[in-house]
């Protein structure tokens, strides 16, 4: 029996009435609130799953171009346009888009007969609310009467550094085609998988395919090919499957048989072309002491790497210093002439091979009007406005100056800022880099002084030898005695630069380090090629520190600051002392990189031995993780919040959860 109230007052009813009113909101609130706390009840940690599918997977004989995949759940892609990879390829974009419980795909391309259509999603489909991911999935279907199974796996590598390639194009070929017949895009690991492949003979490659149309057309795009043919085969196998409790405890491990799909270990050596067509990018001047221009590539032509250039509006003969880059493309024009400096723009005729339309390199003459960066007019009043600073810090010393004291009155003129670079503590094998901001004119050796210090009050002069100056860089080496210590002076005026300004007095103390600051190492190569193995020891930033070749087999590092580095090694096959890249249309490969898997201590005093099998491990297994830049992206899992949540609450995981 239900207690009943009767309210009698018309007045305390309406009160009753409006507190009902006012109390029944925030009881709704209320009960919301409830519900997204964690309190309040499980997480979803179920993955989606298809219920169903318009036509239906692995179906056959089908002949629509539009497909309906129905979850339990409602879903949502990320990154479709990235991870979604339909094979064969589709020229015409499709239609791919994630509705409330269904994605819908429609294909845009007409079928093709006979053929076993995948699509692969990937990691890309997850939920709606916890986002859990319902890991990798691919839907398939055939136009004709069967479903091919096969599939093939492996690794795309940057050729140069064996960095993991992300994102690039992978696809087989059939024999005499050169178009992609099965696809897939690699991940964030530079690991690719190709389904749904019929039986037969393959090649594979892979493109940075920047147009989109499935085929290496531009010389610009990274690429990899490979000669070598690929036979799909599977055969049944096993594997030890770990179930968690949670992210820290093992539940169990089972041993499940599965389809095992070769091959599986495929490596793929991706490289950029060297440029060879050669345009005009730019001219540019930075400083109105010279200007550059900039090319895309060399000129090999007649082994003329050089343009002509003609003074439109001054005369060009003995007009520059010409400064190129290492690979030629780009060169910088210092003014030797003060007028022309100060004139602030320089019109000229440029002739120079530049390809053509059809990829010849052919004479081209354009006409250049480079103007400088900052007016004659303005450079000028920075000038005065320097002056008129000096000259009222010169009021102020004079005003405090002594009696005796000599003051100069006029305006010094400035220097040339030579720097000499060495480190506090020089190698035995070390150098002085000396370094000029404006090329060179004239250098006097004798005004360069190198002098061994006996004790304090004893010197002896060393003999030394300095580079020729090559782009406004020289070194100086002699034969540095262990633990020595030197002096380098330089006189006032050693180097007189195109301008006519002159080097200052300098002196430097050299302390060479001494045996016991330095460790060795002694790399032992193990390779059948007859090629030159050149070996580079890296810093942990996979900069190349030194570099020896490995002479009878066996490379040779001197004089190394302790510390932690790691090696690798290329196959020098055209003995040039330089890795060189590949060309596709030479059919030649880039030369082979190896890294010894695991790091280097050196330490002081210490020498040390490594005896290194560069093919004894899988290139996708070679470089270290620490020094490798591509690092794998964290793997969607399920985050197991109930578990952690039923620890914390001391109670037992439901079943139904588990």
Not at 49 to 74: L, R
Not at 327 to 346: E, P, S
Not at 439 to 462: G, K, N, Q
Request: with cysteine; net charge negative.
């Amino acid at each position: 029996m239900r207690n009943k109230i009767h309210i009698s007052s018309p007045s305390l009813q309406g009160r009753v009435g409006v507190g009902l009113l006012l109390f029944l909101p925030l009881l709704l609130l209320s009960s919301c609130a409830r519900m997204g706390h964690p309190d309040g009840g499980w997480y979803d940690e179920k993955p989606p799953y298809v219920v169903s599918a318009m036509p239906k997977e692995n179906a056959t004989n089908v002949s629509s171009k539009k497909i309906v995949i129905n979850f339990n759940e409602f879903i949502k892609l990320e990154s479709a346009s990235e991870k979604v990879m339909i094979s064969p390829p589709q020229h015409e974009q499709p239609e791919i888009k994630a509705t409330g419980k269904n994605i819908y795909v429609e294909l845009q391309d007409s079928l093709l007969p006979n053929t076993t259509y995948t699509v692969d999603f990937s990691d890309a489909i997850i939920d709606n609310n916890e986002s859990n991911p319902m890991g990798n999935y691919t839907y398939t279907f055939s136009t004709g009467d069967a479903i091919d199974t096969l599939q093939v796996s492996g690794y795309v590598l940057e050729a140069s550094n064996l960095e993991p390639v992300k994102g690039i194009l992978v696809g087989l070929y059939t024999e005499g085609d050169s178009a992609m017949c099965r696809v897939a895009r690699t991940d964030s690991r530079g690991h690719f998988v190709i389904r749904g492949i019929a039986p037969g003979s393959y090649t594979v490659g892979a493109v940075m395919d920047a147009d989109g149309d499935y085929r290496f057309t531009q010389r610009s795009e990274k690429m990899a090919f490979s000669h070598d043919i690929i036979v799909p085969t599977s055969k049944p196998d096993t594997r030890q499957d770990t179930l968690w409790l949670d992210k820290d405890h093992i539940k169990d491990i089972n041993v499940t048989g599965y389809t095992h799909f070769l091959p599986d270990d495929i490596v793929l050596r991706a490289f950029d072309h060297q440029a060879t067509d050669r345009y005009f990018l730019k001219s540019e001047r930075k400083d109105e002491r010279f200007f550059t221009l900039y090319f895309t590539a060399p000129v090999k032509k007649d082994g003329d790497l050089m343009p002509a250039l003609r003074g439109l509006n001054f005369n060009e003969k003995n007009a520059f210093v010409l400064e190129p880059s290492a690979k030629c493309d780009t060169i910088t024009y210092w003014l030797r002439d003060t007028a022309l400096v100060n004139q602030d723009t320089l019109r000229l005729e440029m002739t120079t091979y530049i390809t053509d339309t059809i990829g010849v390199q052919r004479l081209t003459t354009d006409t250049l009007e480079i103007l400088a960066k900052t007016p004659y007019a303005k450079r000028m009043k920075n000038l005065q406005k320097e002056r008129e600073e000096w000259e009222k810090d010169l009021a102020k010393r004079l005003r405090r100056a002594k009696p005796d004291e000599v003051i100069d009155t006029v305006m010094p003129r400035k220097t040339l800022d030579v720097r000499y670079a060495s480190t506090q503590q020089m190698k035995p094998n070390g150098a002085v880099s000396i370094t000029f901001p404006t090329p060179i004119e004239r250098f006097d050796s004798t005004a360069v002084h190198l002098y061994e210090e006996m004790d304090t009050l004893h010197r002896e002069s060393v003999p030394f030898v300095m580079t020729p100056i090559v782009n406004r860089r020289c070194e100086l080496f002699t034969d540095w005695k262990i633990g020595a210590s030197y002096t380098l002076e330089v006189d006032s005026l050693a180097f007189t630069d195109i301008y006519g300004t002159v080097s200052k007095q300098y002196k430097q103390t050299i302390q060479v380090g001494k045996l016991e600051d330095y460790g060795s190492l002694f790399v032992s190569v193990g390779t059948p090629v007859s090629a030159p193995v050149i070996v580079q020891l890296l810093n942990g930033q996979d900069d190349v520190v030194m570099e020896a070749q490995a002479e009878g087999g066996t490379a040779d590092f001197y004089y190394i600051t302790p510390g932690t580095y790691y090696l690798r090694a290329f196959i020098d096959s055209n003995g040039n002392g330089v890795w060189d890249t590949g060309d596709y249309f030479s059919d030649r490969q880039p030369e082979e990189v190896y890294y010894y898997p695991d790091p280097v201590e050196c330490k002081a005093k210490w020498d040390i031995t490594k005896t290194w099998n560069i093919t004894a491990k899988p290139l996708y297994r070679q470089k270290p993780y620490v020094i490798t830049k591509q690092k794998p992206e964290a793997e969607k899992t399920i985050k197991q919040r109930n578990a952690e949540r039923a620890r914390s609450l001391g109670i037992e995981l439901p079943a139904y959860l588990k």
